[in-house]
Structures are given as structure tokens and as C-alpha cells.
């Protein structure tokens, strides 16, 4: 059975705004998506039916085409998720100890040759499902503001400035269901496609896009998987400062587009300290710099608009060149720093890096013998150590130059 009140919220709020559906804006997605009402939209629940229904609504009140299977909506069910894209096991809806998610599939036609894909995962932790950080011994609704409300309002802001504009393509928005159970909505969309997906263009992903930061720093993934992706990305960047990054695959629903031979790019505002916690709220995100990457994707497909269809070339695989190490510093890195070093964006209480005096926004240039430029200089040096070593490790805070004693 629904609840009830969680229904009503979202009645209201459709009704209320069903006469000037344009008008929503991208705080009024996110607040509604991630509000406590919701229950962490977690994949299988009745709670991600209703985000399911809201954001059909949305398309719908956007003038989208259903392209799912049942109208908006495309099921799957599964059992086995433990690889989404080997043997994950899709089976039909038979017992109770099967799991179904949707994902929310809108069409905007142009009478195209080619079909651009515009996607970002609705589905989070619930209660705090496999994945979750979050300690506490009472268990707590995780509402996903930036993971990934954030990503969903972007793409219906999107699809309000691209109509009755860039008519040279068709535009396909889903928003997938199962992405944090391991990429399962966008794995099963391209096993299951309901548009020819060799008339797919690319495919653009949003997800985590509501943090930017003062410097206006973005990561960009997928930027190798055609050779005019740099050039365009270069061309709009506008006062946005690009991390960029060559491959394909990562721990996003753009690798499933990726692994069929489609160029992707995925755009992500960097991770912190309430990445996969209860404190992931709306009131936490950058708006206006929703808005900045709104526009900076939209520059993106209009230029590409003339193009035709672009070039695919495969990556090298850049997850699988991560060294395993046995240790850890306790810190979320800065992963969009483009400086020498590892930058510090949180610091993990009672961990290795906080009783060594270590803050946010501290500069790792070195560890032990290693030096540190960048992430995988400092995953390589973290493989050097065993539990229990202590090492000299020297950071930069600001203008000084520290050398801190650290065991791991």
C-alpha cells in the first residue's frame, strides 16, 4: 500500500503546479525528491513508485512522449546483482525475494535520424542499504539530495530549455531506477532498449551535480570516448574549471551506454563528507551552479548538433589501473583538485589523518619516501604500507609546509 501522506505531498504539489508546469523549478525538484517523505527512494519501494510517478508527471506536463514498456515506466526485476554487467540475474516478477525498479523513460521527438540519451539515476539508500557511511545505531532516512536528486533536476531543467530548440536530434530522458544496487536500470535499458540504440548519438549523465564549489571545479568523465569531445568541452567551459577524464567506465549508468559502443560523458561536482549519509539534504546544494551546469550541457548538444554523428573510440579502462592497498588515511579526497598533490575535502573522525592533525583542505605531498602529485601517486603510496607502519607525512596548509607522524 502506498503512503498515504507521502502520496498526498506529491498530488498537491503536481496539482498545484499542473497549469504552469514549466514554472517548477530545479529547487522544487530536489526538495520534493528528497524530502524525508520519500524514505530514501530506495529500489523495490513503494517510496520509488511515488518519485517514479512524480517525475512521469513531470515529463508528461513537459510535453515528453512515453517510451517506456507500460507508459513511462520500463520494470525489471532481479535477483542476483552482483555483477550488472555479466551475470546479473533479470528474471520475471515471481516471488517475494524478487526486487523490481523502474526506470522513467520520456521521448522528446523531432523526427530525427539520431537520438540523443539524457539520463541520471533517481533510486537511493532508503534507510541506509549497502553503501551507506552513516554509523549511527538508529538507522535514518537518507534522502540523496545531491545523490542524485540533483542529477534528476537537472535533466527535467534541460529538457525545459530544449524544447522547440536543437531540433536537429531526438532527446531520450530516463531517469533510472537500481543505479546504487550497481548500475541496474541503465544496464537493463540497454539489454532491453526501447528506441534502436544504433541511432544513439551519445549519452550525457548527470550524477552528484549539486555541490559546485566556489571554484567553479567540475569533473567530466567518458571525455575520450570520442575524439570531438575535448575540442566542445574546451569551446563552452565558460568560467567552469574541467577535471577530465578519458575513460568510459565508472561507477555510474553512463558505463552501461559506454560498454555498447556509445559516446558517453558524465558530469559530477565532486564527492563529501554527506556523500552516502542521512545528511544529504536539499538545503545543501548550489542552485545557481545547477543552473551554471544546465547551461554548460546545453552548449554542449548545441554545438554537437551540427556535427552529425560523432566518432566512438574506446578508453582505457582507468578503474582497473587502481593499485589495491591494505591501508587507509581516512580522508575524502578532493577528487576535482587539478594542483600537485592530494587535497583533503573531509577528514573521518578517530582515523589515521585526523589524530595526526590533519584538516580539510590540507595539500598530501608526500608519504614517507613517496612523493605525491596526484590521486593515483597518493592510491600507489597508500599500497606501500602495512596496518600498523607509522610513516612521516608532509602536507601543505595554506602557506606552510607541515610534517605530521602518521599510523596507519
Not at 163 to 169: G, I, L, P, Q
Not at 305 to 334: C, H, M, W, Y
Not at 373 to 386: A, H, Q
Amino acid at each position: 500500500m502506498k503512503p498515504l501522506y507521502s502520496l498526498l505531498v506529491i498530488v498537491l504539489f503536481l496539482s498545484c503546479k499542473e497549469i504552469q508546469p514549466l514554472e517548477v523549478s530545479m529547487r522544487e525538484d530536489v526538495t520534493l525528491l528528497a524530502s524525508d517523505s520519500l524514505h530514501g527512494r530506495q529500489t523495490g519501494t513503494s517510496y520509488e513508485i511515488l518519485a517514479a510517478d512524480y517525475i512521469a508527471e513531470r515529463f508528461k506536463n513537459l510535453g515528453l512522449e512515453p517510451k517506456g514498456t507500460n507508459g513511462y515506466f520500463q520494470e525489471f526485476s532481479f535477483k542476483d546483482k552482483s555483477d550488472p554487467h555479466g551475470n546479473v540475474n533479470y528474471v520475471n516478477k515471481s516471488d517475494d525475494s524478487t526486487i523490481t525498479g523502474t526506470n522513467v523513460i520520456g521521448y522528446l521527438n523531432n523526427k530525427a535520424e539520431n537520438t540523443i540519451v539524457i539520463g541520471a539515476h533517481y533510486d537511493h539508500l532508503g534507510m541506509g542499504i549497502e553503501g551507506s557511511l552513516y554509523r549511527g545505531e538508529t538507522p535514518q532516512i537518507h534522502n540523496g539530495a545531491d545523490d542524485n536528486a540533483s542529477g534528476v533536476a537537472v535533466m527535467l531543467n534541460i529538457i525545459k530549455d530544449l524544447k522547440n530548440v536543437n531540433t536537429a536530434n531526438n532527446y531520450l530522458f530516463i531517469a533510472f531506477s537500481g543505479e546504487e544496487m550497481g548500475l541496474l536500470g541503465s544496464n537493463y535499458y540497454v539489454k532491453n532498449p526501447t528506441i534502436d540504440l544504433k541511432k544513439v548519438d551519445y549519452m550525457l549523465n548527470m550524477d552528484m551535480v549539486g555541490r559546485l564549489n566556489n571554484e567553479k571545479a567540475i569533473a567530466v568523465h567518458g571525455v575520450g570516448t570520442s575524439p570531438i569531445f575535448k575540442q566542445v568541452l574546451f569551446a563552452n567551459k565558460g568560467e567552469l574549471n574541467l577535471t577530465e577524464h578519458e575513460s568510459g567506465v565508472g561507477p555510474s549508468d553512463h558505463t552501461s551506454f559506454y560498454l555498447m559502443d556509445i559516446p558517453v560523458l558524465h558530469f559530477f561536482t565532486g564527492q563529501h563528507e554527506d556523500y552516502h549519509k542521512p545528511s544529504d539534504d536539499s538545503d545543501k546544494l548550489n542552485y545557481d551552479g545547477m543552473e551554471t551546469i544546465t547551461q554548460f550541457i546545453l552548449s554542449i548538444i548545441t554545438e554537437l548538433n551540427d556535427d552529425g554523428k560523432i566518432a566512438f573510440r574506446k578508453t582505457k579502462n582507468e578503474s582497473q589501473e587502481v593499485p589495491a592497498f591494505k591501508v587507509t588515511l581516512g580522508v575524502v579526497p578532493d577528487y576535482l583538485f587539478n594542483g600537485k598533490g592530494m587535497r583533503i575535502d573531509g577528514v573521518s573522525e578517530d582515523k589515521p589523518a585526523q589524530k595526526a592533525g590533519m584538516q580539510k583542505g590540507d595539500i598530501v605531498v608526500k608519504m614517507g619516501d613517496y612523493e605525491i602529485t596526484d590521486m593515483m601517486s597518493y592510491m600507489k603510496s597508500l599500497g606501500k604500507f602495512e596496518k600498523g607502519n607509522t610513516t612521516k607525512v608532509t602536507i601543505k596548509r595554506n602557506e606552510e609546509t607541515l610534517v605530521l607522524d602518521v599510523t596507519f
